[in-house]
Nanobody, 118 residues
C-alpha cells in the first residue's frame, strides 16, 4: 500500500526559506521518479518539481525555477523540497507523489500547508 506523509509546512514571511519533507513507503519510492505538487485556494493542483530515481535528474515548474530545490534520500525513502525566496503566490497545500511526465501516479497524502505572508 502506497503511503505518503508530507511535513514541514508552516507560516513564513515573504523572502524566507522552508524545507518540506515527504516520507514514502518503499513500494512507492523505489525505482520511481518522485515529485511535489501544490494546490492554492480556488486553483487546480499543479506540478512543482520532480527528481528521477537513479540519476537524480530534476525538473521544475517555471514559477519555482531558481528558488526551489528538490532532492531525495533513497536510503530513507524520503524526498525533500527546499524553498527559498518564498512569495505569497507560493501559498498552497503541498503534496508529494510518484511522478510520470509531470503527472501524479499514485494516491495522495494529506499534504502540508505552506502560507507565505507579505
Amino acid at each position: 500500500q502506497v503511503q505518503l506523509v508530507e511535513s514541514g509546512g508552516r507560516l513564513v514571511q515573504a523572502g524566507e526559506s522552508l524545507r518540506l519533507s515527504c516520507a514514502a513507503s518503499e513500494s512507492a519510492f523505489r525505482n520511481n521518479n518522485m515529485g511535489w505538487f501544490r494546490q492554492a485556494p480556488g486553483k487546480e493542483r499543479e506540478f512543482v518539481a520532480s527528481i528521477s530515481w537513479r540519476l537524480g535528474i530534476t525538473d521544475y515548474a517555471d514559477s519555482v525555477k531558481g528558488r526551489f530545490t528538490i532532492s531525495r534520500d533513497n536510503a530513507k525513502s524520503t524526498v525533500y523540497l527546499q524553498m527559498n525566496s518564498l512569495k505569497p503566490d507560493d501559498t498552497a497545500v503541498y503534496y508529494c507523489n510518484v511522478v510520470v511526465s509531470r503527472r501524479p501516479f499514485s494516491s495522495w497524502g494529506q499534504g502540508t500547508q505552506v502560507t507565505v505572508a507579505s
